[in-house]
């Protein structure tokens, strides 16, 4: 068993490492080169896949500021803020878009869901 969780933890750190380092080089990339990644598919990649709230609220901020009519950079946005536990700039983004954008609808849900477990810890603790 103990071997089993080993394995795990280092596979983790691997994954850990591999996208640091992705991430610092697409970061190069964008400030040397911005025709070869947006801030927006930067701001996702912190979103979604590093998982780095910080940044990725900052590259969402850059995109939004670049082309805040452009598909799904509004609902990217409000998924930031949420990140950030910026609850209520994340539902002002997230609610007028969520009955279309998949984005959005992720963002409003985990929202509710947090609201909705507050409501029953209050209630609980009455």
Not at 74 to 84: D, G
């Amino acid at each position: 068993m103990l071997h089993w969780l080993r394995k795990k933890i280092g596979k983790s750190e691997l994954k850990s490492q591999i996208l640091s380092e992705a991430a610092d080089k697409a970061e190069v990339q964008i400030e040397t080169d911005p025709s070869t990644m947006s801030a927006y598919q930067l701001g996702w990649f912190y979103c979604f896949v590093a998982e780095s709230p910080e940044k990725a609220l900052a590259w969402c901020n850059k995109a939004y500021k670049q082309a805040q009519d452009a598909a799904g950079c509004k609902s990217l946005m409000a998924y930031a803020f949420w990140l950030n536990q910026q609850d209520e700039m994340a539902e002002e983004y997230a609610s007028p878009l969520a009955e279309n954008d998949p984005i959005a609808m992720l963002t409003l849900a985990q929202i509710l869901v947090k609201k909705d477990q507050k409501q029953k810890s209050d209630r609980v603790a009455e």
